[in-house]
């Protein structure tokens, strides 16, 4: 049997629906897992049978990040969060972290996954983050825009090695200071943190970019979403 990867799902709030892009199932698929989307529910009940029925979680783009999170007040460029799927992904992780199950965080997975464990980030990147580098490309969003480099002897390194590896950049927000449960991995060409892993877990990781749309034709994309599928526990 295939291990079962639970995705967070994203919500339209002008449709009032719940949608999901098809590259996050795809390319999990192609990993050899079993993707299937969660229901939006804050009910600690109905996520427990979600982390029983789950051997790992990939937490997706979306909705900007509450900054109560973080014990911060919201600024004037910030997005309207999602609430309720804040609440569900930090109960989440809580049981997930317990469990030391296996999890990978993108785009907004990064900085959720921060933001939880005490870190904070940058509610509006153009305004409060000076660069020259492309964070928000235009489509299509399956080629690079900009480099980032991976740090030597962590887990990014040993799963597509260390030095300057280009990747695909789609966000608003970003981490702004790492909480310090987590060992930063890589960071882009002006000094953005773009990749983290949390300390003393199996493998929890967390990207800034969007493997969802370049893992058909990115060699980078593909060993770290296979790293993430054979850290899944077997279901033989």
Known sequence: ??????????????KDSFWMLPGYMKMLQECGAFPIMLPLTDDLNELEECIRLCDGLLFTGGHDV??????????????????????????????????????LGICRGIQI?????????????????????EHHMKPPYDRPTHEVEVMPDTLLAKIIG??????NSYHHQAIRTPSDAVTVMAVSEDGLIEAISVNEKSFTVGVQWHPEFSYQNNTDSQKLIHAFVDALPSRL
């Open 66 to 103: 509450n900054p109560a999170i973080y014990g911060k007040k919201t600024g004037k460029n910030c997005g309207e969060p999602c609430e309720l799927r804040d609440k569900m992904e930090c109960s989440l992780l809580k049981m997930a972290f317990e469990r030391d199950m296996p999890i």
């Open 162 to 167: 260390t030095g300057r590896h280009e990747v």
């Open 113 to 133: 996954i921060n933001a939880y464990l005490g870190g904070d980030l940058y509610q509006d990147l153009p305004t409060e983050f000076e660069t020259t580098v």
């Open 1 to 14: 049997m295939k291990p079962i990867v639970g995705l967070m799902p994203l919500f339209d709030d002008e």
